[in-house]
C-alpha cells in the first residue's frame, strides 16, 4: 500500500478527483472560518458573508452533479452498483444543502442583530457537520472509487471523461472551479494544469485563466513564478 492508503499499483495513475477535491477542501476552510469570524450583528457584513455562502453552496452542489452526470454513469456502465454507494451519499448531501437552504433564510429573516447573530452560528455549526461529511465522502472517492476507476479505465479514458465533463462547463463556472484548484494544489500541479491549457487550447482561454483566475487567486510570488514556468511575462 502507499502512504494515502491506496494500492501500490493505482498510487502513480491518473487522478481524476485530486484537483478539483484539493480546490473544495480549501475553500470549505475558508468559508467555515469566514462565517466562524463574521459580524452577523452587522447587517451590511451578514448580506456579504451570506452571498458567498450561496456562491460556495452553488459550485459545492454543482461538482456533484457533475461527478453524477459524467464519472457515475461510467462506473454503471462498465460495473452496475458500482456507483450505488456514491449516489446514496450524494443524495445525503442534497438533504445537507436543503438544511443549510433553511438556515441560510433564517438569518437572512432575522432583523434583530442579536436574533441575527444567534442564527447564524446554528448556520455554522451546520456548515461544519456539512464539512466534516464532505471531507469524508471525499475521501471514499479518492480511495474506494478511485480504486474501481483505474480498475475498469485506462488514463486515457479517465482523461476523456473528465475532459467531457469539463468541456460541459460554462465558461464563468469552469473559471470558477479554477480559482477554487490553483490556490490548493501544489505548484507542480499547477504548472502541469495550465501547461496543458497552453499546449492545447487558443492563447485567449489560456489568458483569461492567467487574468480571472490564477492572479487573482495567488499570491504575487507564486504567480510570479508560474508565469516565469510557463515562459510568460511576469506580472507588472
Not at 467555515?32 to 450583528?41: E, I, K, S, V, Y
Not at 453524477?68 to 456507483?83: M, T
Not at 469524508?136 to 467531457?164: K, V
Not at 465533463?165 to 469552469?174: A, D
Request: net charge negative; aromatic share 6%; glycine share 6%.
Amino acid at each position: 500500500m502507499s502512504p494515502g492508503g491506496l494500492p501500490m499499483s493505482i498510487s502513480t495513475r491518473y487522478d481524476i478527483y485530486r484537483a478539483v477535491h484539493k480546490g473544495l477542501r480549501l475553500a470549505h476552510g475558508r468559508m467555515l472560518a469566514r462565517l466562524g469570524n463574521a459580524d452577523f450583528a452587522d447587517a451590511a457584513e451578514a448580506a456579504a458573508v451570506l452571498a458567498e455562502l450561496d456562491r460556495h453552496l452553488m459550485l459545492a452542489a454543482s461538482h456533484l452533479r457533475h461527478e453524477e452526470d459524467f464519472i457515475h454513469p461510467a462506473l454503471e456502465g462498465r460495473a452496475p452498483g458500482a456507483a450505488a454507494a456514491l449516489e446514496e451519499q450524494h443524495r445525503h448531501h442534497g438533504a445537507r444543502f436543503g438544511e443549510l437552504a433553511a438556515l441560510i433564510a433564517a438569518v437572512r429573516g432575522a432583523t434583530a442583530a442579536a436574533a441575527r447573530a444567534a442564527a447564524a452560528h446554528d448556520l455554522y455549526l451546520a456548515f461544519a457537520i456539512f464539512m466534516a461529511e464532505d471531507f469524508a465522502h471525499m475521501n471514499e472517492e479518492e480511495t474506494a472509487a478511485r480504486a474501481r476507476l483505474c480498475a475498469l479505465f485506462t488514463d486515457a479514458e479517465q482523461m476523456a471523461i473528465e475532459g467531457a465533463l469539463v468541456g460541459s462547463l460554462p465558461p464563468e463556472e469552469n473559471m470558477a472551479f479554477m480559482g477554487l484548484m490553483l490556490p490548493a494544489i501544489a505548484p507542480a500541479e499547477r504548472l502541469a494544469m495550465l501547461a496543458g491549457i497552453r499546449d492545447t487550447a487558443p492563447r485567449e482561454v489560456l489568458d483569461a485563466v492567467i487574468e480571472h483566475a490564477a492572479r487573482p487567486s495567488l499570491p504575487p510570488r507564486e504567480f510570479n513564478v508560474l508565469l516565469q514556468d510557463l515562459g510568460l511575462a511576469l506580472a507588472a
